[in-house]
């Protein structure tokens, strides 16, 4: 099973910054999409952002304008830039890939990093 290491994450005040990252194994030779979900406690997993390998990418409307994604190709990395935090932020956030695995599309996904915003 191929696991998506992230890293980052943490607790911050308001109007604070964090950043997370991420990797895929480089023996992945096509990814075709990589991005950020998020799920808050009772609450459904939702698309963040995500960036395709071309360098578009689509944000939630709750995020746009604070929240930054960006991707190495060469590294199989990504990273979202998160700037004026809010506490409806918090929630465990999930790497995502979407691969070409034996011809076929497959998603990859990390463990979770906690991102927590309180006072």
């Known amino acids: 099973q191929v696991q998506l290491v992230e890293s980052g994450g943490g607790l911050v005040q308001p109007g604070g910054s964090l950043r997370l990252s991420c990797a895929a194994p480089?023996?992945?030779?096509?990814?075709?999409?990589m991005g950020w979900y998020r799920q808050a406690p009772g609450k459904q997993r939702e698309l963040v952002a995500h960036?395709?390998?071309?360098?578009?990418?689509n944000y939630a409307d709750s995020v746009k304008g604070r929240f930054t994604i960006s991707r190495d190709n060469a590294k199989n990395a990504v990273v979202l830039a998160m700037n004026s935090l809010k506490p409806d932020d918090t929630a465990v956030y999930y790497c995502?890939?979407?691969?070409?695995?034996?011809?076929?599309?497959?998603?990859?996904w990390g463990l979770g990093a906690q991102v927590t915003v309180s006072s």
């Open positions: 995502n890939a979407v691969v070409n695995r034996g011809g076929t599309r497959a998603d990859y």
């Open positions: 480089g023996s992945i030779t096509t990814i075709y999409t």
């Open positions: 960036i395709t390998r071309g360098g578009a990418a």
